[in-house]
């Protein structure tokens, strides 16, 4: 059986990220785990084990686990290009992490070596930053030769720049959620995701809300978890907004309070100034939640009969659009029979099943 490492810096159960990429790369390898020796490679963060098999996917944590996570995402890149060197493999997959994307191990890895590009997120850093991270990202992309993508964008971007790279969309699915009763009361708007608020926009939310605080029904709810000061940040903004009694912060969801959550929820909004490939607007469509989005480069695939998009990072229509389609009970109905249609795009049998025929065709190269 051949061995399989994955390099991934987020993991399921990390209390700060525990994003749609390692959700991602979980459920697609626990279903090639019948097929290859799975182990994937993440970071440490606090109260985790260093060594755990989860779904018959072997887990190894390295790292610091320090309160800090931008810190632990450092050593983390650090001590990568050593377990290379350490580990037995026989294909070796490794997961882009900010803030360059890219890392050292194409020169490093002893087999094949195919990257995974949930998201570039060099320009983003950029933006935040004012560093030159996309320099060294566009540099150091030219040296992987086999890569997977969850967006046609990415995928496009980097054809553009490196035409003889062999890359391969496959776009990621989504589990059933046990439990979703689309007969639920309809009692509030979910933000749903991590709690970041430069790259999720949850600077920009409660300001849309507010404008239409006075006139909307139904509460705002935003679920999730993230860093401490990313979460004082968003209380503190909410209380300056005076929107206490509207907006709440309800935490992290999982299992039957996710199923409940969603299953009253009557719209998911995703205010982002930054995505790839949103897991959360698929996870939108398959449980027929229409949803209000910014028109931003990495939403382009999101399909505009599924929901509504409105110019980037403005608030009076964001606000409005919340206000109009919460009273729009036949446009809402639209939208959800629309992604009824959709839904069925989306599966993780059906992606790994494709992550299957790539690994097989990149090892037989």
């Known amino acids: 059986m051949k061995k399989i490492i994955v390099s991934t810096y987020d ?29 994937v490679i993440t970071g440490k963060y606090p109260g985790c084990k260093d060594r755990e098999t989860i779904d018959d996917i072997n887990y190894i944590r390295v790292g610091s686990r320090v309160n800090l996570p931008r810190v632990s995402q450092i050593i983390y ?17 490794e997961s882009f992490t900010p803030p360059f994307s890219v890392s050292l191990l194409p020169f490093i890895v002893k087999t094949k070596l195919i990257g995974l590009v949930h998201m570039l997120g060099a320009a983003d850093m950029k933006r935040k930053y004012h560093l030159p991270f996309d320099v060294v990202e566009n540099f150091g992309l030219r040296f992987y030769k086999f890569i997977i993508s969850p967006s046609e964008l990415n995928s496009a971007k980097i054809r553009l720049l490196y035409p003889r790279a062999d890359i391969v969309t496959i776009m ?17 708007i979910t933000f749903l995701g991590r709690l970041e608020i430069n790259q999720k926009g949850l600077d920009l939310l409660p300001h849309a809300y507010k404008k239409i605080s006075r006139k ?16 004082n940040r968003l209380r503190k903004l ?68 599924c929901g509504i ?57």
């Not at 299992?255 to 982002?272: D, F, H, M, R, W």
Request: contains cysteine; neutral net charge.
């Open 172 to 188: 990621n699915g989504i589990a059933p959620i046990a439990g979703i009763d689309p007969s639920a009361p309809k009692t509030h």
């Open 11 to 39: 993991d399921i159960h990390n209390p700060f990220y525990g994003g749609g990429g390692a959700i991602a790369i979980h459920e697609i390898f626990k279903r090639l785990a019948a097929s290859y020796f799975i182990t």
């Open 238 to 305: 909410i209380c300056q907004l005076d929107l206490e009694s509207q907006v709440r912060l309800v935490g992290r969801v999982t299992g039957t309070t996710e199923a409940k959550l969603l299953s009253q929820t009557l719209i998911l909004v995703i205010p982002s100034r930054f995505e790839t490939f949103s897991l959360v607007a698929i996870e939108a469509i398959v449980t027929h939640i229409p949803i209000i989005t910014f028109d931003i480069e990495g939403m382009k695939w999101f399909p505009k009969s």
């Open 77 to 93: 890149q650090l001590l990568l290009p050593i377990e290379a060197l350490r580990l037995d493999y026989d294909l070796w997959i």
């Open 216 to 231: 909307i029904i139904y509460p705002l709810l935003i679920a999730g978890n993230g860093e401490q000061r990313e979460i």
């Open 309 to 365: 998009k409105v110019a980037p990072f403005n608030t009076t229509s964001f606000g409005g659009s919340m206000l109009k389609l919460s009273r729009d009970k036949s446009r809402l109905q639209q939208l959800i029979q629309n992604e009824n249609r959709e839904a069925h795009n989306y599966s993780w049998d059906r992606t790994s099943q494709a992550y299957a025929r790539y690994i097989s065709q990149v090892c037989a190269n």
